[in-house]
Every structure is written in C-alpha cells, then in structure tokens.
C-alpha cells in the first residue's frame, strides 16, 4: 500500500496473529544487506534494534523458510531445504536413513539432530545501537533470526498475561525498540533477556517525512527469499551433500526408497513441542561456528526434542 494509505488505515493485525498461530537462508555469505550483532570472545553482546513493517505489495514483516546448516571435519553444508516448496530434500531423507540404521547407541541420533532442517525468519529492522559498530545506528538492514526471538514477538503480539498490552511489533507508530541480549550458556547462544520496550512509541518520534522515506525508499522485499530460483535441484544437493558427508555415501535417493517405500521421510515443524515423554534425556548437540559465518545465521541451542513429530515418526520406522 502506499504511505497516504499506510497513515489512514488503522494496521489490521488479525491476519498477522492468525499467520502467527498456524507458524509452529540465505545461502550467500557476507551480504551487506544484513546486519549481525557483535559478540565478544566470551559470546555476550547487546543491541537495540526495531523491527520494521512489511514493504509495499507484501502480506507479512517476515519471511520464513528453512536450511540445512552444518558441518562435517571443517566442510560446510549450507542450503535451502526444498521442503518448503513440497520437494524431497536429500539431508532430510538421509537423516531418516540414520534413524532408521539400528547400532544400538544414540550416535546416529545425534548426527540426524545435527544435521536437521532449521526454521528461519528474515525482518527488515533498523539498528538504534550497535555499540561495536556506530556506524550501523539509523540503518536500514536485514536481519536473520530464529525460533527463540520469534517466540518474543509472538508473546509480544499476543500476550498470554490478558493485563498486559499487546505491543504491534512491527508498526512505526505503536510498534517498540528491542533490546538484544545475547549471552552464551552451554555453547550456545542464548536470547532468553532480550525483551521489546514495554511502553510502545512512534520511530523517529513520529517524524513523518523520516517515516514516509523509510517507508517508501528503504525496506528491502522478503519474498524473494522464497522464490524456486533461490532453491538447487535435488541433485546438485544431494551431490554436494555426498561430497561433504562421509556417513551416508551413494544415491541417497535409491537408499531411502529401498528403505521407507512409499512412505516420506517426516517434515519438520520445529516450533511443536513433544507430547510423548523421551525415553531419556537427549544430548545436544552443539553446531561449530564457521570460520567465514552464514550470513546472520544464530547459534541457538537444537535439540531432538524440539521436532517432535520427526522424533515420533523416526521411532516408528525404527520399531
């Protein structure tokens, strides 16, 4: 819509909360469209970002999609799940390949937890301080996040306190600075102090020739991060994937099919939570920082526990 009509209608967030309700990379390093928050060599840091609306044409300030993220001996595996669009993915079916394999131990859990299909979401924000890097503040940039910070904007959007006031994220005039707080406990980094402002207020102080230039000039679209184009073919994944993993070797399309036949290896939902109680306490499994990092990608903690329909489907094929 255009700014005259952003200013007139009162945003309309029920679609939003309703897409937030059903809700449970890219590929290329180094994009100076996205911004990354500095970590010191002990993994704490701290910004104060807002998150900004959705561009002109588009239903949503965010875009989800999923990779496969991960490393084998200092090799790196960083794609694009093709699940999103409905494809086989080759890393999902090998993974299910994993479970399926009966050694005893948990090793092949492990390696399956490690290489699963991770949720992302890409915003547009601007940055209101970066003390490590000044230069930043009142920039427009991308930025990529995951499960534990979309779990604050939902709690924001919809608050489970009836008391509390719902705060409209990502608006310009009622929306809300946030403030990164990122320590790193067990490996991992850990988001769980970041919290919007809890009074709302207008960006710029409702500037609006400041506003309207935002607006209209400096968001970047998201849905491109969606489009086919932006996904490799079956084959080329499953190529680099051989190439990378020394595991499962061969076709791993001919492998699953011998394996699970007609039946499909599970899609993940990340954001459910197990309802069956596990046989015993998972380990996690930390993911190694690259050397040359994926643009924006996080470090939050996985566990096996948090895809639990992939956890139950998996046990039922090793049954």
Not at 120 to 132: A, F, G, K, M, P
Not at 134 to 162: C, H, M, R, S, T
Not at 274 to 290: I, L, N, Q, T, Y
Not at 300 to 319: G, I, M, R
């Amino acid at each position: 819509m255009s700014w005259a009509n952003y200013k007139k209608q009162k945003t309309d967030f029920t679609q939003i909360s309703k897409k937030v309700d059903e809700m449970g990379g890219v590929n290329k390093f180094k994009d100076s469209r996205f911004w990354k928050p500095t970590v010191d060599k002990a993994g704490n840091g701290s910004a104060k970002i807002r998150f900004l609306p959705c561009p002109e044409g588009e239903d949503l300030p965010w875009v989800q999609y999923y990779e496969h993220n991960f490393d084998e001996d200092g090799s790196y595996f960083v794609e694009l799940c093709p699940t999103l669009l409905g494809r086989d993915c080759p890393v999902c079916k090998a993974n299910g390949i994993l479970w399926k394999s009966d050694t005893g131990d948990k090793e092949n859990e492990k390696i399956a937890s490690k290489r699963k299909r991770q949720v992302r979401y890409v915003s547009n924000i601007i940055v209101l301080r970066d003390t490590e890097e000044p230069e930043n503040e009142g920039k427009v940039f991308l930025y990529q996040y995951g499960v534990k910070i979309f779990e604050k904007i939902k709690a924001a959007l919809k608050p489970k306190d009836p008391d509390l006031p719902k705060i409209y994220v990502f608006d310009l005039f009622e929306g809300a600075d946030f403030n990164l707080d990122i320590k790193k406990v067990k490996g991992f980094r850990n988001y769980d102090d970041s919290k919007f402002r809890e009074t709302p207020s207008a960006l710029f102080g409702g500037d609006e020739p400041k506003l309207k230039k935002l607006y209209e000039e400096q968001l970047y679209k998201l849905q491109p991060f969606k489009e086919e184009s932006k996904f490799k073919s079956y084959e080329d994944l499953e190529k680099k994937f051989n190439e990378i993993v020394n595991g499962v070797k061969g076709n791993v399309q001919k492998k699953a099919d011998e394996l699970f036949g007609e039946d499909k290896p599970p899609v993940e939902e990340p954001l459910k939570k197990s309802s069956r109680k596990p046989k015993e306490e998972k380990e996690v499994v930390a993911k190694k920082e690259p050397t040359t990092e994926p643009e924006n990608s996080e470090d939050e903690e996985v566990t096996v526990e948090e895809n639990s329909d992939t956890l139950d489907w998996y046990n039922k094929l090793a049954e």
